[in-house]
DNA sequence: GGGCAGTT
DNA sequence: AACTGCCCC
């Protein structure tokens, strides 16, 4: 659950396509991706791929397809997970964990009553991702031979940093909180531009490109004021305010220019004034513009897929179909075609 | 989400 | 070649 502020940031979008990103290097949020997995890759009536020990396997097919593909796109894929979190977002897990255990008793209800479309959207919003996905998950991208790091604390942070140091060309995350973290280039739905079925109709799903500077450019706004957008609406260490979305939001810090002024003049939100401890507000503001560095820089290399591993970790325990591993390894081995390089100048 | 085969 | 539908584990 990231920050809400996609219909304010949409004038800056740019949409591209897979070769555009040809060469480049992508720091991706691997919790953010992975969980995505974990959530859409199911049958009809909500159930997850497993194993034959009932091991849900659908972070793991979604990731290994998925990092072929940008591969063969000659696009190098590093995997940013998380760290231990900031005390301030263990509060918001909570919260988080208690719905999910709601929406977990919806769905065996609907699996029940034979509601299998009710059953797979509870079945998606009570996914959760535990640590034994996390360590395989990271154990197979080993195997492949891409590279992944563990951030200091937040991922999308690290991976805002290594844009800004240069070490990536961009982040690639569905949330925009790389973008309060103050990322250069965020890249969304990082997957083939194809269209896809979504409740029974076909919608495009075009690869979304935001540059932070034309963010700000278009709402003639500071970094810090949209971290300030963002800390009213809801961010992951803070729950944002009743009734305030990112249209309110987005007006006050324009009108008064920072959260201290709308404050100090007492405005009300739906009756309620908007009150925050000056403290708080300031940590808040230093988890975005303080990033931590890594005690060590990180160093990534992509290397050979290990063929043994991948085939004994993917066949032999997680039961994939011989077939498509062999073919997935065959893909990852080969040499890339050589792809005709997209001029985006006009755009970078 | 992505592969793949069957269809137009 | 583009599109649809089913399957993957």
């Known amino acids: 659950m990231g920050v809400k502020i996609s219909t304010l940031i949409k004038p800056a ?15 991706i949020d691997a919790f953010n991706s992975i969980y995505q997995f974990l959530a859409t890759i199911r049958q009809p009536d909500g159930t997850p791929l497993r194993d034959h020990q009932g091991n849900v396997t659908s972070h793991l097919s979604g990731l290994l397809f998925r990092t072929l593909r940008l591969i063969e796109n000659d696009i190098k894929p590093l995997y940013v997970f998380d760290g231990p979190p900031h005390e301030l977002k263990s509060q918001i897990v909570q919260e988080r964990r208690e719905k999910r255990e709601e929406e977990k008793h919806k769905m065996l209800q609907a699996q029940d009553e034979g509601d299998f479309e009710e059953a797979m959207k509870h079945a998606q919003a009570s996914s959760k991702l535990t640590s034994e996905m996390i360590e395989e998950s ?25 844009t800004n140091e240069g070490l990536v060309w961009a982040c690639s995350s569905q949330d925009y909180d790389s973008l309060l973290f103050g990322s250069s280039r965020l890249v969304r739905n990082l997957t083939m531009s194809r269209t896809r079925r979504v409740k029974g109709t076909t919608i495009e799903v075009q690869i979304e490109y935001y540059f932070l500077e034309k963010v700000l450019n278009e709402l003639k706004i500071t970094r810090e004021q949209l971290i300030d957008i963002g800390i009213l609406v809801g961010v992951d260490f803070f729950p944002g305010f009743k009734g305030l979305g990112e249209k309110t939001a987005y007006k006050l810090i324009k009108e008064n220019g920072s959260i201290e002024t709308i404050i100090n003049k007492g405005i009300e939100v739906r009756n309620t004034p908007i009150e925050i401890d000056l403290e708080l507000l300031n940590t808040l503001r230093k988890i975005f513009l303080n990033v931590k560095k890594p005690d060590k820089i990180p160093n990534f290399v992509w290397k050979k897929p290990d063929e043994e591993k991948l085939r004994e970790l993917l066949i032999e325990q997680k039961n994939f179909s011989e077939e498509r591993v062999s073919s997935a390894i065959k893909r990852l081995v080969q040499k890339k075609s050589q792809k005709s390089q997209v001029n985006l100048d006009r755009f970078f």
């Open 138 to 162: 990271k154990q197979m991208l080993n195997y492949m031979g891409v590279p992944y790091i563990e951030a200091p604390h937040d991922g999308e942070a690290e991976a805002a940093r290594l």
């Open 13 to 27: 979008l740019t949409e591209i396509t897979l070769p555009n990103l040809l060469g480049k290097k992508i720091a």
